[in-house]
């Protein structure tokens, strides 16, 4: 997700839970397009005051997405319906891989269980 207006509709109409130190938000999209998810990250200035810290961040949760978004995608490709999601990072201290994949892992069953 790329859109300012887009991201800021999510924001004020769709719904949201916590996945540890992830803040999913997430909602249906109602509009025409090819692909059934699409997908937006970010990271505050906080507790990470250095660019560096925040890209870091946001690389390692775009990577887990990455790997393991298809069964979600399948799940809505199944059941045709479309949804865009926001992961913002909430934690204080710089997360390793392990610790971004299990929570990424926990957000996607989490949206599994809301989007069957």
């Given amino acids: 997700m790329k859109s300012r207006k887009q991201i800021d509709l999510l924001f004020k109409q769709g719904a949201s839970f916590n996945a540890g130190v992830l803040k999913v938000f997430h909602q249906l999209h109602e509009q025409e397009r090819a692909e059934p998810l699409q997908?937006?990250?970010?990271?505050?200035?906080?507790?990470?005051?250095?660019?560096?810290?925040?890209?870091?961040?946001?690389?390692l949760v775009r990577e887990a997405w990455r790997l393991q978004k298809e069964v979600l995608k399948?799940?809505?490709?199944?059941?045709?319906?479309?949804?865009?999601?926001?992961?913002?990072?909430t934690g204080r201290e710089l997360p390793d891989h392990e610790l971004i994949a299990e929570k990424t892992k926990m957000a996607i069953t989490k949206l599994l269980d809301i989007y069957k």
């Fill in 74 to 89: 399948d799940q809505l490709l199944l059941n045709s319906k479309k949804i865009d999601v926001f992961f913002i990072f």
């Fill in 39 to 59: 997908f937006g990250v970010g990271a505050g200035t906080r507790y990470f005051k250095k660019a560096v810290h925040r890209n870091r961040i946001k690389r």
